[in-house]
């Protein structure tokens, strides 16, 4: 397990373990790569970020992962695979499940709910992008996208 702080200055513990916290997952975050570019989504406020959301009551972690892709980047992703999770130690404490996902259909003519739709970058470009939202700054983003590196070759076959 990592512990770090984030850019509130709230304590993060990142776990590559399923199931190492007592806090079931209501949140999700997903990777996701085509063509060697990364899926990101253009928040208006916070800027260029992985896409992710909060579980609706009715829906699975999974199921939820798919809905907030494909509302914030019109990409239908599937194929999802858990990669990590963490718990971010705000005034009420919340945990967010990491998966990896392929990308199974990039619809263009759908509507935006949230975001100002997709971004793709590359590896090189994510790293110098200078409209990174304050998620994509931190230790553990970090860790994380050092750690899905491993994934790239599996996505770009």
């Known amino acids: 397990m990592?512990?770090?702080?984030?850019?509130?200055?709230?304590?993060v513990d990142l776990s590559f373990e399923k199931g190492n916290f007592s806090i079931v997952p209501q949140h999700v975050l997903i990777l996701a790569q085509k063509n060697h570019k990364w899926l990101l989504t253009n928040h208006p406020k916070?800027?260029?970020?992985?896409?992710?959301?909060?579980?609706?009551?009715y829906e699975t972690i999974e199921e939820a992962a798919i809905r907030e892709t494909l509302e914030e980047t019109n990409v239908a992703v599937y194929r999802l695979e858990w990669f990590a999770e963490y718990v971010v130690h705000d005034v009420k404490p919340f945990c967010k499940a990491v998966f990896i996902a392929e990308v199974k259909d990039i619809h263009t003519e759908a509507v935006q709910y949230e975001t100002d739709g997709a971004v793709w970058?590359?590896?090189?470009?994510?790293?110098?992008c200078p409209n990174l939202s304050f998620h994509m700054k931190d230790k553990g983003m970090?860790?994380?996208?050092?750690?899905?590196?491993?994934?790239?070759?599996?996505?770009?076959?």
């Not at 990592?2 to 304590?11: A, Q, V």
Request: zero cysteines; aromatic letters at 10%.
């Open 2 to 11: 990592i512990s770090f702080n984030d850019l509130n200055g709230y304590r």
């Open 46 to 57: 916070r800027g260029i970020e992985f896409p992710g959301g909060k579980k609706e009551v």
């Open 121 to 128: 970058l590359t590896s090189k470009e994510l790293k110098s």
């Open 142 to 157: 970090e860790v994380i996208l050092k750690k899905v590196m491993i994934y790239e070759e599996r996505w770009n076959d």
